[in-house]
């Protein structure tokens, strides 16, 4: 069966960076968009960004454009650079079918396009 499983995140001073990486195995890659969402206590689910594993097209959210990166080689990574106290927060791996990945940040309902989700793994960032 699908299996998402994250690992690298931690606590670091702001200013800081943090490496995630998502090992997937179960599905077939190709035919679906990878993805990094996260959560903080009291809040909704949202999204930070994705990758096409046909085009390798990359689509970030806006508050994270410019200091994440995500990538896809033999696992799922983002690399997070100049992290907040905003950045805080539970980060789960996702995989959703390729169609949606354009548009998955940004839908008030995307995390409903999901059909795999990792367990997560926390990110603290102290001020």
């Known amino acids: 069966q699908a299996q998402l499983v994250e690992s690298g995140g931690g606590s670091v001073q702001a200013g800081g960076s943090l490496r995630l990486s998502c090992s997937a195995s179960g599905f077939t890659k190709n035919d679906n968009c990878m993805a990094w969402f996260r959560q903080s206590p009291g809040k909704e689910r949202e999204g930070v960004a994705a990758i096409s594993s046909r085009s390798g097209q990359t689509y970030y959210a806006d508050a994270v454009k410019g200091r994440f990166t995500i990538s896809e080689e033999s696992s799922l990574d983002l690399q997070m650079n100049r992290l907040h106290a905003e950045d805080t927060a539970m980060y789960y791996c996702?995989?959703?079918?390729?169609?949606?990945?354009?548009?998955?940040?940004?839908?008030?309902?995307?995390?409903?396009?999901?059909?795999?989700w990792g367990q997560g793994t926390q990110v603290t960032v102290s001020r």
């Open positions: 996702a995989a959703l079918p390729d169609v949606f990945c354009p548009t998955v940040l940004f839908d008030l309902y995307g995390t409903r396009r999901v059909s795999y």
